[in-house]
């Protein structure tokens, strides 16, 4: 079954036949992560570096900023039965998808950044990452192998091979 993932929403999936998918990462971030051996996968994407910038939203919607969405997604695959030692986690977006002129603000840029900041805090390292440029993204994750691919302008790239315990 296909999963669709939107901006600021997190889906997880132990079904080994589920592909979860997330459309149009521009500015926003899509990160997977897999544990083979706990037979469970996720994707959440995110469009915001931190929820200082809206407190009242990131209480509705965790996912909606980095800084709440990404430990809120690691704390939901853990309690699911994920190990960190064993998930293999993958990053697409942080692009500069505005065609005139500068992205004064840089969004992409910053969710980049922001994220590389919480992993390191967090011990965490990105197995495979496909970040910046200008071009949108379209992000899968196959449950039962842990491969994630791309779309990206209409050209498909592997990001993480078959993982399989």
């Not at 994630?148 to 315990?165: E, R």
Request: aromatic share 6%; glycine share 10%.
């Amino acid at each position: 079954m296909k999963q669709i993932v939107s901006v600021a929403e997190m889906a997880m999936s132990t079904q080994p036949g589920d592909i979860i998918v997330t459309y149009a990462l521009g500015s926003c971030l899509g990160i997977t992560a897999h544990d083979a051996v706990a037979g469970i996968g996720g994707m959440v994407h995110v469009m915001l570096p931190q929820s200082s910038m809206s407190p009242e939203k990131a209480k509705t919607n965790p996912y909606m900023f980095i800084d709440t969405g990404v430990p809120a997604f690691f704390r939901a695959l853990y309690d699911a039965g994920a190990e960190k030692k064993r998930l293999k986690v993958a990053v697409a977006g942080g692009a500069n998808v505005q065609q005139i002129g500068n992205d004064r603000f840089a969004i992409g840029k910053r969710n980049i950044t922001f994220l590389k900041k919480l992993f390191w805090k967090n011990g965490i390292l990105a197995d495979a990452e496909d970040v910046g440029g200008r071009d949108a993204r379209t992000m899968n994750l196959e449950i039962g192998s842990g491969r994630v691919w791309l779309s990206t302008a209409g050209t498909l790239k592997d990001l993480l091979s078959a993982d399989v315990a």
